[in-house]
């Protein structure tokens, strides 16, 4: 089994002793748990896995913090060279939280929660988008990634049109997606789908509208096939 991966914001370097966060140190004592002593990967978001050994805890109760101390660093080789950003349109309940799951294990970059003109999901609360990202970083822990899957602030499809010129829209009712498919931006729309104006908007904006094929595919569905398409 691989070693238990944490993230700690960085900078890091080798010797260096460091706090982790309380609820990290629970997971680490109480769920897996770790014994002083133990081995695990600390790593700084940026690509650098450290090989860290567990120091006695410090504090008390719901304070209480696991100390470790770095060994030696090596690059993390589980990141793609193609970073690929995802706009989504969210969808209700888990159905959500298992498509992040899924997107980390695929080492896509960064999920963007859209608003579209048929969005259901408009109130995209702080505490769901904290939930979210805790989901998406446990998810690229598991996976042993470099940097965990980002979860940005949800944003307007024309504002998320306008971080690429030439990003790719999924669309049913366009034409068949090329065999060559190396897009860093990729944009899926909500269940009642993209209205024809924001297609021709997108179209407008330089971006490409494919389709993948002529079935109705759901919206995590979309995802998790666009980003195979695009990092493999
Ligand atoms: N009936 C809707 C389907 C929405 S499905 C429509 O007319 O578009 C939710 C999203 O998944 C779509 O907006 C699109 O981004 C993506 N999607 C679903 N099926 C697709 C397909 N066959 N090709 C490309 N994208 C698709």
Request: proline residues 7%.
């Amino acid at each position: 089994m691989n070693n238990p991966r944490v993230y700690v914001d960085p900078p890091l370097q080798e010797g260096q002793q460091v706090a982790l966060d309380p609820s990290t140190s629970h997971h680490l004592m109480r769920v897996l748990r770790l014994n002083v002593g133990q081995i695990i990967t600390v790593c700084d978001g940026q690509g650098n896995d450290y090989r860290a050994t567990l120091l006695p805890p410090r504090g008390t109760g719901r304070q209480q913090q696991v100390w470790v101390t770095l060994g030696s660093c090596q690059p993390n080789k589980a990141e793609h060279a193609h970073a690929l950003h995802i706009g989504v349109a969210p969808i209700s309940g888990e159905r959500f939280e298992r498509m992040l799951e899924q997107l980390a294990e695929m080492g896509v970059v960064s999920v963007t929660p859209l608003l579209t003109e048929r969005t259901n999901v408009r109130q995209i609360s702080e505490p769901k988008l904290q939930r979210w990202r805790r989901v998406a970083t446990e998810a690229s822990q598991l996976a042993g990634r470099g940097s965990p899957l980002r979860i940005a602030a949800p944003m307007r499809l024309v504002q998320f049109l306008q971080t690429a010129d030439d990003g790719c829209l999924l669309h049913q009712l366009a034409a068949p997606a090329p065999v060559t498919f190396e897009y860093n931006h990729l944009a899926v729309g909500p269940e009642g789908g993209f209205t024809n104006a924001e297609v021709s908007m997108a179209g407008g904006r330089g971006w490409h509208c494919w389709s993948l094929g002529p079935r109705n595919l759901r919206v995590e569905t979309a995802a998790l096939v666009g980003a195979v398409l695009s990092l493999h």
